[in-house]
């Protein structure tokens, strides 16, 4: 089959101006849970989803990457880059993730912190789209969550000069080698170019697919008062 002719309708549901939070993150949270939930749809799905979970050891378990998201940011001549990175937390302040200070997303957000969130989660037929502004987490934040990383990984963010050349895999590998004789135990300390950040929403859609592509979508811009406006938006 060809691109083209690959398609899909969306029916599973509608999203109502009386289904919304007054506040975004809330309705985000909402979404959130479900989408992590989503698997276990549908009882007999449900049951054997569950049986075959519980022989892999797997119970509970959310689908693969529910929080990966596409984040985008722009240089200051506002040239995109998008890529994906993983949410590992979001509060009132907006939403967290992690990463090299250095690498070319962390060198775009210094030089403009407008960027972009986009959420997709195909089993619901969902789309979130957040827009704001991105500032660097309290230093002892991000401490606190590298600590809680398996080592692996905390050695790996010691190892990877993200987004800069490298030679060849040998190069890194000798890199690991290097620096996990260098930290023998769990005592890996944070570097000083990694840590979180956290992106301040001013705008957030919510997107629900309906059949012949009429899709619900709905829009929270922040007012300067700093109370939400919610708008439907055309498809
Ligand atoms: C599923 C998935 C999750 C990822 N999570 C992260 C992450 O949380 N932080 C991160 O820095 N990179 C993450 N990456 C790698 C980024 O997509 C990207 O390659 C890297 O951050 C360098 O991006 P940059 O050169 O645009 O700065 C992830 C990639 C995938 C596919």
């Known amino acids: 089959m060809g691109i083209a002719q690959l ?4 029916n599973l549901t509608g999203l109502r101006r009386r289904d919304l939070e007054t506040d975004p993150i809330r309705q985000f949270q909402a979404w959130f849970e479900q989408a992590s939930d989503s698997r276990r749809s549908g009882r007999f799905q449900k049951f054997f989803v569950n049986l075959y979970k519980s022989f892999l050891g797997l119970a509970g ?7 990966a998201m596409t984040l985008a940011t722009a240089d200051k001549e506002g040239r995109p880059s998008a890529r994906i990175v993983l949410l590992k937390g979001v509060d009132e302040r907006g939403f967290v993730f992690y990463t090299n200070y250095d690498s070319r997303k962390g060198h775009e957000l210094t030089e403009n912190p407008q960027a972009a969130l986009v959420f997709y989660w195909p089993a619901l037929e969902r789309q979130v789209c957040i827009a704001g502004e991105v500032s660097k987490l309290p230093r002892a934040e991000s401490e606190a969550y590298f600590r809680s990383r398996p080592r692996g990984a905390r050695i790996g963010a010691w190892a990877s000069k993200q987004s800069d050349v490298l030679p060849d895999r040998a190069a890194l590998e000798e890199t690991w080698r290097k620096l996990e004789t260098q930290y023998p135990g769990d005592d890996v300390p944070i570097p ?7 992106l301040t929403p001013n705008r957030i859609e919510f997107w629900q697919g309906r059949p012949n592509r009429l899709h619900d979508r709905f829009r929270y811009s922040k007012s300067p008062d700093g109370t939400w406006q919610i708008e439907r938006l055309s498809p």
Do not use: K
Request: aromatic fraction near 22%; charge should be neutral.
């Open 7 to 10: 398609r899909r309708e969306y």
């Open 192 to 198: 000083p170019y990694w840590g979180g950040y956290v």
């Open 61 to 67: 378990a959310a689908p693969i990457d529910v929080n």
